[in-house]
C-alpha cells in the first residue's frame, strides 16, 4: 500500500498547529517559527502489531471496582547511590519514565554512567548516546576509572530503532542521552523540534508501559533553568528531576520537580571527585558553619523531602550611606517578600528599627530555603548581628512567625529536634506546640509563643 501522506504546520516554539505556513505565530508572537511538518501513514520502522497492548490496538480493558484492585508494594530496584534511591523514592520502577535534566557539563552523563555500572550486573542495561560517539563515552568512563565490560552501549538517534535493538536484548533499562536529537522516522521535522520531542516521548512512554522496561530521558533546559520542549513532556513521564551546581560550590543538588511514586521536592546531595559523583552521607555537617562563633549567625533545622537538615543561615546589618535608600540583599532565601514582613513585626513587636541599615543575608552552602520554619532563626540572626553578640554555639532553633508577633508551629518537630541532638546541640527555642511532651534527649528546649518570650530567652542565655 502506497503511503499516504499529510501536511501541517506547526510553530517550533509554542506547538501551535495552522493550516498553511504565516510569518508569525498568533499564540507566542514568535517570528519565523512555523514549518512545514509530513506524516506518513504507515509507521516505517515499527508496525502496531509488534507491541501487544501499543495504543491502536483492538483490545478492550474491563471495568473494575476499586476495591478488586490488588495493591502491593511497588517493585523497585536500586541505582547503587542511596541518595538517588531517596530523590526517586525509594529506587526505579520497572515501566517508569524518567527525566533528568540540568546545565551541560553539570555531571547528568557521568552520574547515569555510575548508575548504569551498579545495575548492570543484575539485569540487561542499554546506553543510548545521540550527542557523543562511542569514543567519547568510552573516554569518560576511562577517565573516572569505571570498569567497562559489561556496559552496553548503542549510537543512535531513531526512537523505532532503538526500541526494536532494546526488545532483541530483552533490555530493563534504557538511558537516552539525550531526547533533544532523537527523532521519529515518519515525521519530517528536524531532531529537537517540538513535534519531534513530543512524539518520540510520547512513544517511549508506550513502549516502557508496554515491555515494563524503565527509561531514563536526559534533556537540556533553557537559559532560566526550565525544560527545553514542550510542556507536555513533563506530563507524559512519571518522574523528572533536576540536577544543579552553583559556580562557587562544589556540591550538586538533586531535586525532584515531579514524582509518581515518590514525595517531591526531594533533595540528593553529590560532590564531583576525579573518580566521578559521590554521594554525601552526612549533609548536615557540610551546611553548619565551622571556626570561630561570630554575630549574626544561627542554625535552623529545615524539612527537605523526607529528611530534616542543619542549616546555618547569616545576617549582616551595616549603617547605609544612602539614608533614603537602604539595600536588602538576600541569597539562598527565596521569597524575599516573607523577609520584609518579618522586619516590619520585629520593629512593631520586638521593638528593633532597621529600617535605615543594609540588611544582607546569606544562606550557607547555597542551599534554597523556601519554608517558613525559617523565620525564628532568620530573626535570631537578624537580633545577633544589631546588637553584636554572638548566639550560643550549640543552640538551635525553628518556627514560623505570623503578622501578629505569634510564633506558630511547624511539621515534623520532633524529627527536627532528634536531627539536631544527634549533631550534638544542647539547647533549642521552638514553638511551643512543636515541645515534645517527652524529651528523649537531653536538650534543653525552650517553648516559645511570641516575640517577646524570645528576646527574654536571649537574654538569659
Known sequence: MAKIAKHTFACNQCDTTYLRWQGQCTVCYAWNSITEILFNSTNSAVSQDQFSGYAGNNRVNKIQKLSEINI???????????????????????????????????????????????????????????????????????????????????SETSIEKICIKALQKKIKL???????????????????????????????????????????????VTQNGSLAGPKMLEHCIDCSIMLNRDSDSSILTLRSHK???????????????????????????????????????????????????????????????????????????????????????LHRHGGLQIADKNLFINVVGGIKIHETSADLALMLAIISSMRDCPLPKDLVTFGEIGIAGEIRPVPSGPERIQEAFQHGFQRAIVPQENVPKKNTTDMQIFGVKKITDVLSILEKI
Not at 86 to 104: A, E, F, K, Y
Not at 299 to 309: D, E, F, H, N
Request: net charge positive; glycine share 8%; charged share 15%.
Open 72 to 154: 502491593e508494594d511497588i517493585p523497585r530496584f536500586s541505582t547503587g547511590f542511596k541518595e538517588l534511591d531517596r530523590v526517586l523514592g525509594g529506587g526505579i520502577v520497572p515501566g517508569s519514565v524518567i527525566l533528568i535534566g540540568g546545565n551541560p557539563g553539570v555531571g547528568k552523563s557521568t552520574l547515569l554512567m555510575q548508575t548504569l555500572y551498579n545495575i548492570t550486573a543484575n539485569m540487561n542495561t542499554l546506553y543510548v548516546t545521540g550527542e557523543e560517539s562511542l569514543k567519547q563515552v568510552a573516554l569518560r568512563a576511562h577517565r573516572i576509572n569505571l570498569p567497562i565490560r559489561d556496559i552496553s552501549i548503542l
Open 174 to 220: 534504557i538511558i537516552i542521552d539525550s531526547i533533544q536529537v532523537m527523532h521519529m522516522t515518519n515525521l519530517q521535522s528536524l531532531p529537537g523540534s517540538v513535534t519531534q520531542i513530543r512524539e518520540s516521548a510520547a512513544y517511549l512512554t508506550r513502549f516502557a508501559k508496554t515491555k515494563d522496561v524503565a527509561i531514563i530521558i536526559v534533556y537540556h
Open 259 to 345: 514524582n509518581r511514586f515518590g514525595a517531591i521536592n526531594e533533595l540528593g546531595l553529590f560532590t564531583m571527585t576525579a573518580h566521578g559523583l559521590c554521594e554525601i552521607s552526612n549533609p548536615s555537617a557540610i551546611f553548619l558553619t565551622s571556626g570561630e562563633i561570630t554575630s549574626g549567625s544561627s542554625v535552623m533545622v529545615v524539612w527537605k523531602g523526607t529528611r530534616p537538615l542543619l542549616v546555618a543561615i547569616q545576617a549582616l546589618i551595616d549603617n547605609s550611606i544612602i539614608i533614603e535608600n537602604p539595600r536588602i540583599v538576600t541569597v539562598g532565601l527565596e521569597k524575599k517578600n516573607r523577609l520584609a514582613i518579618l522586619l516590619a513585626v
